[in-house]
C-alpha cells in the first residue's frame, strides 16, 4: 500500500550493544528504510530494543555499527552540534512520561521547543498558540501541567513536539499511561498530523494504536521482523 | 481541533548551519533564573552559605575601614597640633640607622622661642638595663620580670603631648636641683605595685632611691608613657648613663604646623638644619591598631572559610538539583540542547545563586556596619566598591562552585535520562 517515497529514515545494518564487550546486544543489524510522510507502529516484547531504535532515530545516541542516513545524508559523520540543530528543528519527541517541566505553564513548555531552535524570539508566543490550538488546549495556556489530566498533558507534549514544525515525530508509548478515549484523542491527533506530512514512528504496545498506522514493524531481540499488513 | 492545515516542513535540505535566532544570552539568563526559582527551598539552601561568608566579610572589612575613620579623624587633629623633632638618621657602616646629628642642651629655650610653639619637651629614652623595684632589697624575685622602660624628660611634658597626672609633674625645679623624683606611667606603676603617689612612696632604680611625685594616667600623644617610668632629664644624665634628648616633642598652634617644622631644624642647628626632622607624631592607635589587625584577621578568615563552605554548598545542592533533573536535561537533550548549553544553564544558574548570595551578603554586611556605628557613635564609612566587589565576589564563587555540577550535567546520556521519569 506505501507509494513509493524518498525513504526520510534509513537504518542499514544498524546494530547498538551496551556494556563493553558485547554484554547486551540491543540491536541486532536493522534494516529499516522509512518513507517520508509514513507512519509506522513498532511493536514488540519488553526489552526487544524498541526504545533503542527510537533513540537512535532521534539522534540521541548512535549506532554500534551500521549506519544511519537521515533524509539522505550519513549522520554517523555529523558533528554533536549539527545533531542538536537537527533534533531542535527537524525532530519531535512524545514520551510515555510526558516530560513536562513542573512549575511553568503549558504555553512556557510548548515554547521551550523552541529555545535551541531557529523560530525567532518574536514568532515563538504565535506559533506555540497555535500549537496549542491545534491540540484543543488553547483554554489551558496559563495552567500548571501538574493541575492538567494525562490525555491534556500528553497533548501539551505533542504540542511541544510539533511546534517547531519539524518533519519527524517519536513517539515512545504515547498512550501507555492514558485511558482509552484520551488515546483516542492522541491517535485522531497523530493521524490529523500525518495526514499534513508529518512523518510519524510510534512505539506501542497496544495493538489498536498499531492497527492505525500505516506500517507495522516488530522487532524482537533486536531484529525485525515485519508481518504484512 | 482548528481546522487550519499542519504545515510540515518542505521536504528539502536540512537547515543550514546558523539560521535564525539561536539560543541567546537572554534565553540562557530566562531559563537559569526559571531554574533557581523552581525550587524556593532549594534557592534559600544554596543561597544561605554564600550569604553568611560574604556577610561576614563585608561586616569586618567595613568595620575596619569604619574604625580606622575614627582614628584618621583623631589622627588628624593630632597632626594639627603636635610635632615631633628628631635627629635625621643615615645608614652607618654596621646597618643601622646612626642619628646624624644631636639635640642640643638648650634645644627647649631655643623652640620656645619660635613662633607658634605652644609648649616643648626634651624626651631620651634610657638604654641602661636597669633594675626597678619598689623596695630596697636586693631580692631578684621581687623585681618585675620586664622592667619598665626609663624616659628621662626635660621642659613641659604634660603641655607638650598632652595626658593626665595624678600627684605632680616634676618641674623646672627638680630638673634644675638634679633631684631624683620620678612619674610613673600608671602602667608601669601597677606593675611595681605602687597605687598613688599621695604618700610619696619610694622606687629603686638600681642603688638610687627615686621619689615617687605623680602617676601618669594617660597620654594622647606618647601612650607609651603610660607604662613607662618618667625621670627627670639631668638626674637620668648624672645617674642613669643617659645621652642627650633625642626626641623633641612640641605643642604647636592650628596652623603653624608648616611654619614651625620649617623652623624649628633651623633654630636647632642653623648651619645645618637637615640634621633634624619634624613631623607629626605617630598616632597611638599604631598600638592599638595591632590588636584590631589581629581581630580583623580573625574575622576575615572565617568570612572567607564560610565562602568557601558557601561555595561547596552551591555545589552540592546543583548536584542535587542535576540528579532531580535529569529528565529535565534529557527534555532539553531531545528538543535539541548542546551538552554546551547544558554546561552554560548549570553555571548560569550557579552564578545567579552565588551573585545572589553576595548581593544579600553585602547589604546584611553593610547594615551590620551601620548598626554597630551608630552604636558606637561612630561615623561609618562605607566603600561602594567594598559592596560591589563583594557580590561580584558572590558571583565567582557561584561560578567556581558551577563548574564540576556543569559538567557532570553535560555529561547526562539524554537517551538514558528520558528513560527513567
Ligand atoms: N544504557 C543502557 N545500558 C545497558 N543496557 C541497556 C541500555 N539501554 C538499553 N539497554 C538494554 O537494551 C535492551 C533493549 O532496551 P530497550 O529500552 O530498547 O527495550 P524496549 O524494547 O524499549 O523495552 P520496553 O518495551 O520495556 O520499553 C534491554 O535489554 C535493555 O536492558
Ligand atoms: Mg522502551
Redesign the pocket.
Known sequence: MSEPLQPLLDLRQVTRS??GAG??T?LAGIELSVASGDHVAIT??????????LNILGLLDRPSTGEYLFDGEPTSRLSERRRSTLRATQIGFVFQAFHLLPGRTVLENVSMAYLYGTVPRYERGRRARDALDRVGLSHRIGFQPGTLSGGERQRVAIARAVCTEPRLLLA??PTGNLDRANSEEILALFDELNADGLTLVT?T?DQRVADRARRRVR?EQ?RLTEPTA | MSDRKWRPRPAIALPSRRRGAHYTVRDLLTESLNGVSAKPSRLVISVVGTLVGIGALVMTIGLGQTAAGQVATRFDSVAATHLEVQPATASGADGKDHPTASIPADALDRVTRLAGVEAAAALAKVSFEARITAVPVNDPSSTAAVPPPIVAVSGDLLAAVGGAVSGRMFDRGHEERVDRVAVLGAGAAQALGIENAASSPSIFIDEHAFTVVGILESSEIEPGLVDSVIVPLATAQRDLRAGPADTLALRIAVGAASTVSHQAPIALAPNAPDGFTAAAPPTGAELHGDVQGDLDLVFFMIGLITLVAGGLGIANVTMLSISERRSEIGLRRALGATRRQIAAQFMTESLVVGTLGGLIGAAVGVLTVVIVSLAQGWTPVLDLGLVLGSTVSGGLVGLAAGCFPAVRAARV?P??AL?DS
Open positions: 551496551f556494556g554484554a547486551v540491543a514488540g516484547p519488553s526489552g526487544a530494543g524498541k526504545s533503542t531504535m515512545d508509548e512505539i504496545h522487532i533486536g | 546520556e537517551a538514558d528513560r
